[in-house]
């Protein structure tokens, strides 16, 4: 098991595909809770590289339907006239 500082915004399943693609495959990445995180590999100083530079994605609320119609110029009460309601 090595063990590596844990990145600020971690994303486990965002980390194990950046390490897959540099051909490092991890099943489980094991966070400490005291600012580390652990995984099995073999190859400890390209995962560190990895590690360092992640910043996992924050996944953005998806609009609301006012915000979508306003992505093509219509509001909500537009909408209930077009359609009759």
């Known amino acids: 098991m090595q063990t590596f500082d844990k990145p600020t915004n971690l994303n486990g399943a965002e980390l194990k595909d950046e390490l897959a ?3 490092i495959l991890v099943d489980e990445i094991f966070d400490y809770s005291d600012g580390t995180i652990g995984f099995e590999t073999d190859n400890k100083t390209e995962a560190a590289k990895i590690v360092a530079k992640h910043n996992g994605t924050i996944t953005t609320a998806q609009p609301s ?3 979508k119609l306003a992505t ?4 909500l009460g ?7 309601i």
């Open 21 to 23: 693609a540099a051909s």
């Open 65 to 67: 339907i006012e915000e």
């Open 72 to 75: 093509v110029g219509l509001d």
């Open 78 to 84: 537009q909408l209930k006239l077009a359609l009759g």
